[in-house]
């Protein structure tokens, strides 16, 4: 949330309307987190600019802009976030900045999944998803940068081929694996979109924002269910404490089968492409 202060700080600003690009200047473009910052940079390459709204060591879901964040939206000619309410202090931060320029949705147009009555922002774990993005983002840079738009059809459509093989590649592996084995507890619930695309179940103790607490009783169904469903393999991800699943594992005698990336890159996975690689080949290592 914007503090007071915060406000106060940003209405010192005044409004500013985001030049255009200057010959031989990249476009300056702002991305809500990690993996966004990746996709615009596949698409965008040498013309573009891409800087993240939210640090790689912060929980994009409940991230906090300080006036010295919302100073850096001044220069901006494109921000670009998820959507589909993984970003609730977007609006905020836009309003709080005075920013008049463009801003894209890159998850316009994907079909949304539910979870306990509440959207799965976690679109991109589906690679076909991620196809849309790009398109979206194709789309926006082309209007912000006209004379660049070839460049960015040409960056898109390479990088939408190598978004095919991987989601053939990630198809495949699991479809190798027999159904009833495909099961695999995770500590927050941001797999569904995996889950569906490649047929794998995932089941969550906590609700789908990371910001929610588990109940003692949600801890209690997990067990029984990994009890009752012969589950091999727990994970824990990169942004969360690891003592919750390490707490089931020790209670149901399961493995703790090493760390997924959910909602940000790391040191060891620096792209999308490489985060959906770790992830796949973590849970698959598991359920053999
Ligand atoms: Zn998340």
Redesign the pocket.
């Known amino acids: 949330m914007l503090t007071r202060r915060h406000f106060l700080a940003a209405s010192l600003l005044t409004p500013f309307a985001p030049a255009h690009a200057q010959q031989g200047a990249k476009v300056d473009v702002l991305a809500s987190f990690s993996i966004i910052v990746d996709l615009v940079r596949q698409v965008g390459g040498e013309r573009v600019a891409v800087r993240s709204i939210v640090a790689q060591s912060q929980d994009p ?1 409940d991230f906090e802009p300080s006036p010295s964040d919302v100073r850096r939206v001044m220069k901006a000619q494109l921000i670009v976030i998820n959507g589909l309410g993984f970003e609730p202090w977007a609006d905020r931060f836009v309003r709080a900045a005075n920013y008049r320029g463009e801003r894209l949705v890159a998850s316009r147009g994907v079909k949304a999944l539910s979870e306990r009555g509440a959207i799965d ?2 679109a991109w774990q589906d690679v076909e998803n991620v196809k849309l993005y790009v398109e979206n983002i194709r789309e926006a840079l082309s209007k912000v940068d006209p004379s660049g738009a070839s460049d960015y059809a040409r960056n898109a459509s390479a990088y939408g081929r190598e978004l095919d093989a991987l989601h053939q590649e990630i198809k495949a592996a699991f479809a190798a694996i027999p159904k009833a084995q495909r099961k695999v507890i995770t500590s ?1 619930d ?1 797999f569904h979109y995996f889950g569906e695309a490649y047929d794998v179940a995932f089941l969550a103790p906590q609700g789908v ?2 910001s929610a607490e588990p109940s003692a009783r949600d801890v209690a169904a997990i067990i029984r269910q990994i009890r009752e469903q012969r589950i091999k393999a727990v994970f824990f991800e990169n942004a969360l404490p690891q003592q919750l699943a390490r707490q089931i594992a020790s209670e149901t005698g399961v493995k703790v089968a090493g760390k997924l990336y ?2 940000v890159l790391g040191d060891d996975v620096r792209s999308y492409a490489q985060m959906m690689r770790h992830n796949y080949t973590t849970i698959l290592a598991a359920l053999k």
């Open positions: 879901h922002p976690h927050h941001s924002s990371s959910a909602d």
